[in-house]
C-alpha cells in the first residue's frame, strides 16, 4: 500500500460498474417519463382541446324561405378540422330565425336559465325543462298559472348579416354569426 491511499475505497474495477448501474437506472426513469409524458404532451398540444375560435358568419338559408314572422328552427353547420380528421357537416348549433319585412332577428335555441333547447309555441318560446317563457322578440314573458320564469336574462340574440343572392337578384341570404353564452348569468357573456 502507497502512502496516500484509502484502504476503505473500493478498487477501480468496481467504479466502470457502478457508474454502469447510474446510467441505467437514469435510462429507465427517462424511458418511464417519455412514456407517460409524450401522450399527456401530445394531449395538451391536441386541436380538438384548444379554445372554440369566435364565431364567424355562416350561411343559412335565403330571405325568401322565411315566412313574415314565422319563428323556424335551422341548424347551423361548418367544415371542422382536426389534426386527423374532416367533419364535413359538423354542427355548430341551432338557432331561431324570425322575419319582419327586409330584416331578420336570430336567437340561440339554448334556454339562458340551464342549456336546455327552447321550443315554440303558438305565439311565444317555452323552454319546456323550467318554463322559461319568451315573446317572439326574445324577451322574458311570464309563464302564467302562478309560475316564475327562471330565466336570468332574455334569449341570447345574434348577429345576422343580409347579402345580395347570386342566383336571385331579389332575393338576400341571411348569415347568422353563432356564439354560445354561459346560462344563468344575467349577463349575456360569450363561452370561451
Known amino acids: 500500500m502507497t502512502h496516500g491511499q484509502d484502504s476503505s475505497l473500493p478498487p477501480p474495477e468496481h467504479a466502470g460498474r457502478r457508474r454502469f448501474l447510474k446510467w441505467l437506472t437514469n435510462g429507465i426513469g427517462a424511458a418511464f417519463a417519455a412514456t407517460l409524458g409524450v401522450p399527456a404532451l401530445l ?16 350561411q343559412v338559408t335565403k330571405l325568401s324561405e322565411l315566412k313574415e314572422g314565422q319563428p323556424v328552427a335551422l341548424t ?3 367544415v371542422r378540422r382536426d389534426v386527423w380528421t374532416i367533419h364535413p357537416n359538423d354542427i355548430v ?18 334556454c ?4 336546455c333547447s327552447i321550443n ?24 302564467g298559472a302562478g309560475r316564475r320564469n327562471p330565466a336570468p336574462r332574455d334569449m341570447d340574440e345574434l348577429e345576422v348579416r343580409l347579402t345580395p343572392a347570386a342566383d336571385a337578384p331579389n332575393d338576400r341570404i341571411v348569415w347568422v354569426k353563432y356564439q354560445a353564452f354561459i346560462q344563468n348569468q344575467e349577463a349575456k357573456v360569450a363561452r370561451r
Do not use: M, Q, S
Not at 395538451?44 to 369566435?54: E, G
Open 120 to 143: 315554440h309555441e303558438g305565439d311565444r318560446f317555452v323552454c319546456p325543462c323550467h318554463n322559461g317563457t319568451f315573446t317572439l322578440d326574445g324577451k322574458r314573458a311570464d309563464p
Open 43 to 58: 394531449y395538451l398540444l391536441d386541436p380538438r382541446n384548444r379554445p372554440t375560435p369566435a364565431g364567424d358568419f355562416r
Open 93 to 110: 348549433g341551432r338557432v331561431w330565425l324570425i322575419r319582419r319585412g327586409d330584416t331578420v332577428k336570430a336567437f340561440t335555441v339554448t
Open 76 to 78: 347551423i353547420k361548418e
Open 112 to 115: 339562458p336559465h340551464l342549456g
